[in-house]
């Protein structure tokens, strides 16, 4: 059974392969499982199929296995058993599959806005309530998530704020200042460590954060490219950059991140 509203009435749905709300709005659940709730028509958004399958194959190979687990185990620390859990931006729900494993009596929903990478989070687990739908546009009942995580995805500040219960809990993961730093190195002439964040947010009490520090071995030009097409940096980068990266098959690099907690102010 879905948790998910209608993006038009926001009235919740109900049934099974076809969602319906009281007003009629009809929504069809894909072969895979996913519900296609995006606000708007037009093609596919979000991260084409191409870059979708390199971050999975990436991820599959547990390079970022200890974030993982770290985030996961943040999540069990501050979630009541029974809980809702919201993963904004979900992907191909690699990070969400080890959060359900270790809450296993919560309800997993999990929004992101391109269908290929839900699609994907289908078939990792059947048992999650998925939907293809926008941060800035959830279609998700006021008051009604325990704990909501976003990881590499657009802050949605009020988003977050309208579908939190009273002092529910959100965690977001950024990259650390020297995330990356050798891969960096490798591509630009000119290499730039990431900003130092600012942990406040508007609506929220900033409990804490964890640091998640490492390397990785990449022994192959398959997982280093992979790697740099997961980041922020590949739209930005020109072609002939990227290109250096052509001929290299071995790269160790750092690995760093911060697993940041907030709470949500009752007013």
Partial sequence: MTKFICPICKEPLFGDKSL?????????????????????????????????????????????????????????????????VLDCGCGECYYTQRI???LPNAHIMGIDVSKDAVNYGCKRNKEFDLAVASVYAMPVADSSVDTAVSIFAPCATQEFIRVLKPDGHLIMVIGGENHLWSLKKAVYDTPYKNETADYTMEGFEFVGKKEVKYS?????????????????????????????????????????????IYKKVSV
Avoid: W
Wanted: net charge negative; glycine share 4%; proline share 4%.
């Fill in 20 to 84: 319906k709300c009281s007003n009629d709005h009809c929504f069809d659940r894909s072969k895979s499982g996913y519900i296609n709730l995006l606000s708007g028509k037009g093609g596919n958004h979000g991260d084409p199929k191409e870059m979708v399958l390199a971050r999975k194959s990436f991820l599959d190979k547990e390079y970022y296995r200890p974030l993982r687990d770290d985030i996961a185990n943040t999540a069990k620390d501050i979630t009541p058993t029974d809980a809702t």
């Fill in 100 to 102: 359900a494993e270790l």
């Fill in 216 to 260: 990785i071995d990449l022994n192959s030009a398959e997982d280093i490219k992979n790697l740099f097409s997961m980041t922020p940096y590949y739209h930005k980068t020109s072609q002939s950059d990227i290109a250096k990266l052509d001929n290299l098959t071995r790269l160790t690099t750092e690995i760093e991140f911060e697993i940041l």
